[in-house]
């Protein structure tokens, strides 16, 4: 079994994002670039077979790029989590997001989060909310969404996209 999750590359704004992060005093550990993400929807443990499915669902999906302001900062005090995200998102992502979480709750995959907050985690182990400083802004161009495995290793943990689809419009006709 794997442990899986949908996401949002953002791998050319993470440079600028760390940079970002670096300029400013930011509670916990960092998280690396490489691992910045999106996150769409977490679905936990996985086995071969729910794989497959998953991956024949997210080919069918529909849904057109996406444009994200990254414009704000937050804490989930619960994971300990400081992240940075939109402030208003497309309702398009919301959409997708739907679709996907219906999908693994019907597959018996997925933690059950009712509420969905989009955001890139920046750091964990954070103690307390970053303090008060001008927003982010950054702006996501999705035109893509991934399938991500999470690997613990001695070095941490390491997130691997293991297959990618275009975001694209439904064509009517």
């Known amino acids: 079994m794997a442990r899986l999750f949908f996401a949002l590359p953002v791998s050319l704004l993470a440079d600028p994002i760390v940079a970002w992060r670096a300029a400013r005093p930011w509670p916990g550990e960092p998280v690396p670039a490489t691992n910045l993400h999106l996150t769409l929807a977490f679905l936990g443990e996985v086995t071969a077979q729910q794989r497959t499915q998953l991956e024949a669902i997210a080919a069918r999906l529909h849904c057109p790029p996406l444009t994200i302001p990254l414009d704000s900062?937050?804490?989930?005090?619960?994971?300990?989590?400081?992240?940075?995200?939109?402030?208003?998102?497309?309702?398009?992502?919301?959409?997708?997001?739907?679709?996907?979480?219906?999908?693994?709750?019907?597959?018996?995959?997925?933690?059950?989060?009712?509420?969905?907050?989009?955001?890139?985690?920046?750091?964990?182990?954070?103690?307390?909310?970053?303090?008060?400083?001008?927003?982010?802004?950054?702006?996501?161009?999705?035109?893509?969404?991934?399938?991500?495995?999470?690997?613990?290793?001695?070095?941490?943990?390491?997130?691997?996209?293991?297959?990618?689809?275009?975001?694209?419009?439904?064509?009517?006709?």
């Open 73 to 173: 900062c937050g804490w989930f005090g619960r994971a300990k989590a400081a992240w940075i995200g939109p402030e208003r998102w497309p309702n398009e992502l919301s959409v997708l997001v739907r679709e996907l979480q219906r999908h693994c709750t019907r597959l018996g995959l997925g933690n059950g989060e009712l509420h969905y907050r989009p955001h890139i985690t920046l750091s964990r182990k954070a103690a307390a909310a970053p303090e008060p400083a001008p927003a982010p802004d950054f702006v996501l161009h999705a035109d893509s969404f991934c399938l991500y495995q999470s690997v613990s290793s001695e070095e941490g943990v390491r997130y691997e996209p293991l297959a990618c689809w275009p975001l694209r419009k439904r064509v009517t006709a």
